[in-house]
């Protein structure tokens, strides 16, 4: 069965602070697809990545990194320079591959960034 | 582009009652997905439309949830009758055609609160 867990319920950091927020996944397929999704106080999630199996370069986007080790099934996003507007839930997210939209997700991590 | 129109945002009824969601995909979007997020938790796949066809209902509890997407463009989820456990948000998400592993986007959810 594929599972997707994320250790950290809340997180709590300082405007300016650099943050990683931890993702361990299950799966016994070989190719699968990794996903990072925001959730704001608004509601909707909002997709920040898309990662499939066989590529496990890092990542950078902005303040925002990701690093992908299949050695230990993780998939770890770091903010740097940690912003009051990335106050959210965010959401890590695992897809089979071709299951289209299953996604299957995290608890999720509660960012708090004070100013 | 619009995004993923979802109503109502809130709705309060009492266990054993009947209540209806509805959700306008993003135009030209072929599938729908409808999530349930009980608080504290992931969202979690209930069912997902291909144009006006089920692709996935294997986590929908047809006892008392259904779902429909005439014509392949809106789609109403109803819950009857409702119980304790069905208070979550219900969130709808669409994606162009079937791929691999879609990107989906969300509407902001309709919060379900069963007393």
């Known amino acids: 069965a594929q599972k997707v867990t994320q250790a950290q319920t809340e997180i709590s950091v300082v405007e300016k602070e650099d943050v990683t927020l931890d993702c361990v996944y299950e799966t016994r397929d070989t190719t699968y697809y990794l996903f990072w999704y925001k959730q704001p106080p608004s509601g909707e999630l909002v997709f920040l990545i898309r990662?499939?199996?066989?590529?496990?370069q890092n990542e950078i986007s902005g303040r925002y990194s990701w690093n992908f080790q299949k050695s230990t099934s993780s998939f770890n996003f770091t903010i740097t320079a940690s912003q009051v507007v990335d106050s959210a839930v965010y959401f890590c997210a695992l897809i089979l591959y071709n299951q289209g939209g299953k996604l299957i997700f995290g608890q999720g991590t509660e960012l708090s960034v004070k100013p | 582009e619009a995004g993923v129109a979802q109503s109502p945002r809130y709705k309060i009824i009492e266990k054993r009652q009947s209540v209806a969601f509805w959700c306008n995909p993003i135009s030209g979007h072929a599938t729908l997905y409808w999530y349930q997020q009980i608080l504290g938790q992931g969202p979690k796949l209930l069912i997902q439309?291909?144009?006006?066809?089920?692709?996935?209902d294997s986590q929908l509890p047809k006892d008392r949830f259904s779902a429909e997407r005439l014509k392949g463009v809106d789609s109403t989820l109803k819950i009857q009758p409702a119980k304790l456990e069905d208070s979550a948000v219900y969130l709808c998400a669409s994606s162009p055609l079937q791929g691999v592993a879609n990107v989906l986007t969300f509407g902001a959810g309709s919060r379900l609160t069963v007393l």
């Open positions: 990662r499939n199996s066989f590529d496990e």
């Open positions: 439309f291909q144009n006006n066809g089920v692709v996935d």
